[in-house]
């Protein structure tokens, strides 16, 4: 029997128990609320008392019987956790029965637990953040540690193929070692962001212009949802749009103007990526652009301007900072994308301006690298993980700036 | 007065540019709507003939002969077409029914892919003599596309023929309820706490940046983490439900917060301060009076968010939801794959019937998820309640 299975059984038992514990506690207190004694708290709230304080501690102890069997650390006995959980269910039990009176203020110290799972809830969100920064860091420093940091930032070849052959013990017998220069990955990287960004910020931003400035109410209402449609489509049916239309769309169009283009050329998932964030983009622009207070814009129109000179002149300078922190979320969100270029863009590392080009991204080389069959500490495998740091520490610094901005916008106008 | 400043020609100059610059506007939320139809109907016309499925009229002999060579078994003149599928199933049909043993039937059975594409008019790896053989099949009525229940009923297969989404469904289905089941109450158990307990010190303010933080991670990242953290450290085993359902919780997380928060915060303090003012404590005045109010905010959260876990792939690829898994999953821990890691897997087959397949997928999660979308949005709408 796994201490898994176990840990369901005794909370099968727990959970009945506790049920049990709750009934007589809390009939006993209402006899007291039938007297009618003054009685500091609700039946159901000693109920509760004697519950968290016969059930939580062994709960714990299975939680960390658990924790050390999952990792490995150490294997309790069975039958020493169920021991002592039934002692400590007894005991527990024993203990609230007796400190229950009608002064007792049992509402208090029920909430106080209350509070506290409510703050454990919250951390959560805490150590996820946490566990991201600490699970890359770890194996990256490992990554840094083999290839060297600068090789990795500024080598501008990348040539991972041979890397099983060290991980195998093998590491002299490959004619050439593997090379970890990543600056090809960001080019390309950066290249179909910006080509995304080409597409989706002229036409969100318009498009937030149009629908703040111009449109009718009703249009709005109908407009706003579609948009949104183009942002819950999912990325990897994207990704297979870019990969089975949009790119021989591209080669086609690419041949009549008599160029080359690969099939996997940077253009297309840069475009479909485009498409992808011009919801972000224009929903942002359109809460700023609407956070501009109206008597700016009945000031500047007053004077005679049209709406266009309005917008130009005031409102968009107005919400300039929104729009940057806007543009740097959208940035954020097209490095990231992982499933259009892993489908569109190509696999091969290429140090090129030539859009038509194939070319790979950070999010491309950490799939192909953690989906293949490498050995999980081979240097290829931790590669993904450098290259995850960095995409870490790139969002994160975006992230950050686009939040400070925005907040200094807020702070000006609400 | 007015007819002289109009007519004068800078002002015409402006009224002009004035228009262009609506246009600009128009233009670009006309472009962003082309888009969307394009790409609807590109998805749709590749992908609505895979709910349709050739079959071919074939005689089934079964004999001793054709149990230990189940090709035998079917006529010759559709022998090449029938699909593998069926064909290897012949020895196990006649084990489950021993009184077939010696029959012959007549029935339609599932054509390979070649002759199914071909019959829809798709490029296909056929000779021009199968293609005649085919011709004429058809002419004498032994050939006819029907509904393709195997779509819908099947796992995933290497014969595309009889390739299905059932068993990515059931998937989906298990990694959604483990998402729903951690992250809802998680979620909503902070968002309580940051908008009704929280006093504003830094520890505070510091789980909101975070929060927003985590909400604009590249969801590839939490693959990275589910990987490390999940499978390495805590032995969740890799492909299964678990570790996905896990990893997209964590996703789902910042997004429940996040409209929960919001929610909370339209309740109008005049509720809080009556239910306080009769004397329930804080807890009574979030549990009956504050929550039961802002539910329907709280759920249009939540259909929004499962409906992104419900279409994100990389994270699940790096904790090996992609394998190549025909049978239904049984419990959370067994080897499952996911609608969106199906579709991947399909994208990259080499066969060209699966492009079609691929396609029919899209359209089925797209339907899924634009119903979630469109529930949330009326949701919404229904409950804007004005305090």
Not at chain 1, 181 to 208: D, E
Request: proline share 5%; net charge neutral; aromatic share 10%.
């Amino acid at each position: 029997m796994s201490l898994g299975n176990l840990i369901f059984i005794v909370l099968g038992g727990i959970v009945p128990l506790a049920y049990i514990a709750y009934i007589i506690t809390s009939r006993k207190a209402s006899v007291w609320e039938n007297q009618e004694q003054y009685i500091h708290s609700r039946p159901y709230m000693h109920g509760w008392f004697v519950v968290v304080i016969m059930s939580f501690p062994s709960i714990a102890v299975l939680l960390i019987a658990g924790f050390l069997h999952a990792t490995g650390v150490y294997t309790v006995s069975p039958f020493i956790v169920v021991a002592a959980c039934i002692v400590l269910v007894a005991l527990g039990f024993a203990f609230g029965l007796r400190k229950i009176s009608p002064d007792f203020r049992a509402r208090n110290k029920v909430e106080n637990v209350i509070k506290w799972f409510l703050i454990a809830a919250s951390l959560v969100s805490i150590m996820t953040t946490l566990g991201i920064v600490l699970s890359i860091l770890f194996e990256a420093l490992r990554f840094f540690d083999a290839v060297g940091f600068w090789n990795f930032i500024t080598g501008t070849s990348w040539n991972p193929d041979t890397a099983f052959l060290s991980g195998a013990g093998r590491g002299e017998e490959s004619a050439a070692a593997a090379e970890f220069g990543a600056v090809p990955i960001f080019a390309g990287t950066f290249m179909i962001t910006f080509i995304a960004m080409c597409v989706a910020v002229p036409v969100g931003l318009f498009s937030a212009v149009f629908l703040a400035e111009y449109a009718s109410p009703n249009l709005r209402k109908i407009m706003k949802p579609l948009l949104e449609v183009l942002a819950g489509i999912p990325t990897v049916v994207y990704g297979f749009f870019a990969a089975i239309t949009v790119s021989p769309l591209v080669v086609k169009a690419a041949a009549f103007f008599g160029l080359e283009a690969d099939y996997t050329n940077a253009l297309s998932p840069g475009i479909v990526m485009g498409i992808m964030i011009i919801p972000l983009m224009s929903s942002l622009s359109d809460d700023v652009i609407n956070a501009v207070p109206q008597s700016i814009r009945e000031g500047s129109l007053a004077l005679g301007t049209t709406v266009a000179e309005t917008t130009k002149g005031v409102v968009l300078p107005a919400a300039l900072p929104g729009i940057v922190s806007a543009f740097l979320l959208s940035v954020s969100r097209a490095i990231g994308e992982t499933m259009i270029v892993v489908m569109a863009a190509g696999l091969r590392p290429n140090l090129t301006a030539n859009p038509l080009e194939g070319m790979t991204t950070v999010t491309v080389r950490i799939v192909d690298a953690l989906t293949g069959d490498q050995s999980f500490d081979s240097l290829e495998t931790l590669s993904a993980f450098g290259l995850g740091f960095v995409l870490l520490i790139l969002t994160l610094i975006l992230n950050i700036i686009s939040t400070i901005i925005v907040r200094k916008f807020r702070e000006k106008y609400e | 007065m007015s007819s002289l400043i109009e007519s004068s020609q800078a002002n015409r100059k402006r009224y002009k540019a004035e228009k262009r610059f609506k246009f600009y506007g128009f233009f670009a939320l006309l472009l962003s709507m082309g888009f969307l139809i394009f790409f609807l109907t590109d998805i749709v016309i590749r992908g609505y003939t895979a709910f349709r499925q050739a079959e071919i009229k074939a005689e089934i002999s079964y004999s001793k002969e054709t149990v230990e060579i189940p090709p035998l078994a079917v006529n010759e003149e559709a022998r090449d077409f029938a699909s593998r599928g069926f064909v290897r199933m012949i020895p196990l049909q006649v084990e489950n029914n021993p009184e077939l043993m010696g029959d012959t039937v007549v029935q339609w059975i599932v054509a390979n892919d070649d002759v199914d594409q071909y019959i829809k008019g798709k490029p296909n790896g056929l000779s021009d003599s199968e293609k005649q053989k085919i011709d004429k099949l058809k002419k004498e009525g032994k050939i006819k596309l029907s509904f393709n229940e195997h779509f819908f009923i099947n796992g995933d297969s290497k014969l595309p023929e009889i390739s299905g989404i059932f068993s990515a469904a059931v998937g989906t289905i298990y990694v959604i309820i483990l998402t729903v089941l951690f992250s809802v109450p998680i979620g909503v158990m902070s968002a309580i706490y940051l908008e009704e307990y929280a006093p504003d010190n830094m520890f505070t303010r510091a789980i909101e940046v975070n929060i927003n933080n985590l909400a604009a991670i590249p969801s590839i990242l939490f693959g990275l983490l589910g990987l490390a953290v999940f499978i390495n450290f805590f032995g969740v085993p890799r492909s299964s439900s678990l570790a996905g359902g896990l990893t997209l919780s964590l996703m789902t997380l910042p997004v429940i917060i996040i409209s929960t928060r919001a929610s909370l915060q339209a309740v109008p303090d005049s509720i809080r301060h009556g239910a306080l003012a009769v004397g329930a404590s804080k807890w009574q005045m979030i549990w009956h009076h504050i929550l039961p109010v802002s539910v329907p905010g709280i759920l249009t959260g939540t259909i929004l968010g499962v409906a992104r876990a419900m279409g994100e792939t990389a994270p699940l690829l790096l904790v090996g939801m992609m394998a190549y898994i025909p049978e239904v999953p049984n419990s959370f821990t067994d080897a499952a794959t996911v609608l969106p890691a199906q579709i991947y897997t399909w994208a990259s087959a080499s066969q060209r019937a699966y492009v079609e397949r691929t396609a029919a997928a899209i359209i089925v999660l797209l339907a899924v998820l634009l119903t979630l979308n469109a529930v949330a949005i009326w949701l919404r709408n229904k409950n804007e309640k004005k305090w």
